[in-house]
């Protein structure tokens, strides 16, 4: 059996470097888009800012000139500008937008060539922000919103093509050390999760799912710190 290879953004740390690692202990190539650079020889990193849109369809363009076969793609990266929508500042909001959203739809439109030769299974990430929102979360929550009908408009036009997506949105990550790290969920769980997914059968599309910590974090009052007892 040949090699099979994940493309990956926002390796990294947190979340990102977890899937990268566990699919890379499974057998994986991986390849990344990162902004800032781990300089692991194994995430085959490649220098991307997702918030430049040239940097991200020249990259694209790249990689479909490669003829390369990408097996799994996650598109992972994603910026988290926290503030009241009266103190927000506009770099914030534009990078947000350009970072969590408009990234996405450039990657799944400019490596569309290569996903439909490839029948490749893609994860997006989004988050519990989507819906449970929270005091000065505008730019997280709405741009992990927007993602669902990205996803959504994505199936309908591409399931044809054998290509399988799903959206999960996620609560807590240990990403950061920020307290309650072990009720959290742990990157190297997601990642385990993830490959169950994308080895799932065939004939069975996953569209949206949810995942959340096995125990409950105390109600917090306001705040991101809400999405950690959902």
């Known amino acids: 059996m040949s090699e099979k290879t994940l493309l990956i953004t926002g390796s990294n740390r947190g979340a990102g470097y977890g899937i990268a690692k566990y699919f890379y202990d499974q057998g994986y190539k991986i390849l990344s888009l990162n902004r800032s650079l781990k300089n692991e020889a194994w995430l085959g990193e490649m220098e991307c800012d997702l918030s430049q849109p040239a940097q991200v369809i020249n ?5 479909v000139k490669e003829s390369i076969h990408i097996d799994v793609c996650i598109l992972n990266a994603a910026i988290r ?5 009266e103190d927000m500042y506009y ?16 990657l799944l439109q400019s490596l569309l060539p290569i996903f439909k030769r490839s029948k490749t299974y893609i994860i997006v990430m989004g988050s519990h922000a989507a819906t ?14 927007a993602l ?26 240990n990403n950061r050390p920020k307290g309650n790290d072990d009720k959290k969920l ?9 490959f169950s997914i994308v080895n799932s059968n065939t004939d069975v599309l996953l569209g949206e799912i949810e995942i959340r910590p096995s125990i409950p974090i105390k109600s917090a009052d306001k705040g ?7």
Do not use: M
């Open 59 to 63: 990259i694209c363009r790249d990689l």
């Open 81 to 85: 500008k926290l503030s009241f929508i």
């Open 91 to 106: 770099k914030d909001w534009e990078d947000s937008i350009a970072t969590n959203y408009s990234a996405n739809f450039y």
């Open 132 to 145: 449970h929102y929270f005091e000065g979360g505008v730019a997280y929550c709405s741009t992990k919103a």
């Open 148 to 173: 669902k009908a990205l996803v959504e408009v994505f199936i309908q036009e591409t399931r044809d093509f054998g290509i399988r997506t799903t959206l999960i949105n996620a609560g807590a990550i």
């Open 186 to 194: 742990q990157p190297e769980s997601i990642g385990k999760c993830i």
């Open 224 to 230: 991101i710190s809400k999405l950690q007892y959902v």
